[in-house]
């Protein structure tokens, strides 16, 4: 275990902003994913569809534990390296 980059008191700026955000009926991509933090709030802010893509399956394990207790389902994808995404995005 380490302490991380961020203080414990340092605020989750994506969460915050994503307050701001009506998702209703949306179409989202979320790029650099991790563990699937920023896909489960689209979600759970009324997004149609998400995708959530990353370079490599790093955080598998923890997406579907994310997933599974907040009850979202999102797309996710290995893509490799975000250059050509257009190329590399099943369905465009």
């Known amino acids: ?18 307050r701001r955000c009506d998702l209703t009926g949306t179409e989202c991509l ?7 933090l920023v896909p489960t709030l689209m979600k759970r802010g009324g997004a149609r569809r998400v995708l959530a893509v990353d ?3 790093h955080c598998r394990e923890k997406m579907a534990a994310v997933k ?4 979202v389902d999102f797309d996710f994808q290995t893509v490799g ?3 050509d995404l257009d190329r ?3 369905g465009g």
Not at 30 to 36: A, K
Not at 68 to 71: E, V
Request: no cysteine; glycine share 14%.
């Open 55 to 57: 370079a490599i399956d």
């Open 30 to 36: 979320d790029l650099g994913t991790m563990e699937g």
């Open 1 to 18: 275990m380490t302490e991380g980059i961020y203080p414990g008191n340092f605020p989750m700026t994506p969460r915050q902003m994503l």
């Open 81 to 83: 390296l975000m250059y």
């Open 68 to 71: 599974h207790y907040y009850g």
């Open 88 to 90: 590399k995005i099943k």
